[in-house]
């Protein structure tokens, strides 16, 4: 059974910065790609970032630039620097993993961005 394990939500000032982290345990025989989703109250969940097993990456157009995926093999983990926080980046964030024939995801982190 694989599980995916978030870490690194809470409460930050606009502009701010966060550092979410997601690990991966169980039987893991290959990555296709891991990533991070977000769901805001009220709205449908979105694709924030991914990254491949060959750590090609692709970001949503509202957070290129302030957002940073990357991906530590060895550990299957995957990280996701926020920098720049804006009050609209406000919601729980969800980790994906991408296997052969499977989707996982972790049971999310709230993000919230407020003065």
């Known amino acids: 059974q694989v599980q995916l394990v978030e870490s690194g939500g809470g409460l930050v000032q606009p502009g701010g910065s966060l550092r979410l982290s997601c690990v991966a345990s169980?039987?893991?025989?290959?990555?296709?790609?891991m990533g991070w989703y977000r769901q805001a109250p009220g709205k449908q969940r979105e694709l924030v970032a991914t990254?491949?097993?060959?750590?090609?990456?692709n970001y949503a157009d509202s957070v290129k630039g302030r957002f940073t995926i990357s991906r530590d093999a060895a550990k299957d983990t995957v990280y996701l620097q926020m920098n720049s926080l804006k009050p609209e980046d406000t919601a729980v964030y969800y980790c994906r993993l991408r296997v052969p024939m499977a989707n996982y995801w972790g049971q999310g982190t709230q993000v919230t961005v407020s003065s």
């Open positions: 169980g039987t893991i025989f290959m990555i296709y790609s």
């Open positions: 990254i491949t097993s060959t750590s090609n990456t």
